[in-house]
């Protein structure tokens, strides 16, 4: 079966931390160029109107802001499959309307094979344009998970020019970052 993969960044960016998935969607397409089964997209703040970027979709990887309780810039992935309506804690505040999105989702033309949120740990909440040098890392580690999910998928992203250590993820699951909790 052909993949067809979208990878959503959500978020405010006027509300630091809160920006983190829109600012980790940002840092993929700045270092990566999408390969053909793979979109990369910034869906802000956007609810039901994400609707029909899900449509015929094989994986859905979503990177976003998501409150664990955990250290600020803590990483984690979260599989989605099958829980759009079962979720009753919101880990993230576009978990209203993004789990009312995934339950729609789910009663068309079937529900992808694979729906995994990527969260990471907000710090700061306030007004503002920066993130955190906490987020900063946790987008690292986030977007470390999402590469090993594609690469388990056969898909390597092609860099846009010679990865540089000391700032870039690996694209392998061996990676010089610490790995970021599963949940």
């Known amino acids: 079966m052909e993949k067809n993969i979208l990878v959503l960044g959500l978020g405010n960016i006027l509300l630091s931390d809160e920006g983190a998935g829109v600012r980790a969607v940002e840092l993929l397409q700045e ?3 999408a390969s053909q089964e793979v979109e990369m997209l910034d869906g802000g703040t956007l609810g039901m109107e994400l ?3 899900f449509d015929h979709r094989t994986h859905i990887f979503i ?3 998501a409150k664990s ?4 810039g803590t990483a984690s992935r979260t599989p989605l499959q099958g829980r759009g309506r079962l979720m009753r804690t919101r880990t993230s505040p576009h978990q209203i309307g993004l789990l009312d999105v995934l339950a ?3 009663t068309g033309d079937g529900p992808p094979a694979q729906t995994v949120l990527y969260g990471i740990e907000p710090g700061s909440l306030g007004a503002g344009l920066e993130l955190s040098a906490a987020v900063e890392t946790g987008i690292d580690e986030a977007l470390c998970l999402l590469l090993d999910d594609l690469a388990a998928l056969g ?3 092609a860099p846009r020019s010679a990865p540089d250590e000391a700032t870039e993820p690996a ?3 061996t990676t010089s970052f610490p790995r970021a909790a599963t949940t």
């Open 31 to 33: 270092r990566y160029q």
């Open 51 to 53: 609707l029909p970027l």
């Open 63 to 65: 990177l976003d802001a």
């Open 69 to 72: 309780g955990k250290p600020p």
């Open 104 to 106: 729609l989702a789910e």
């Open 155 to 157: 898909i390597r992203l």
């Open 171 to 173: 694209q392998s699951a």
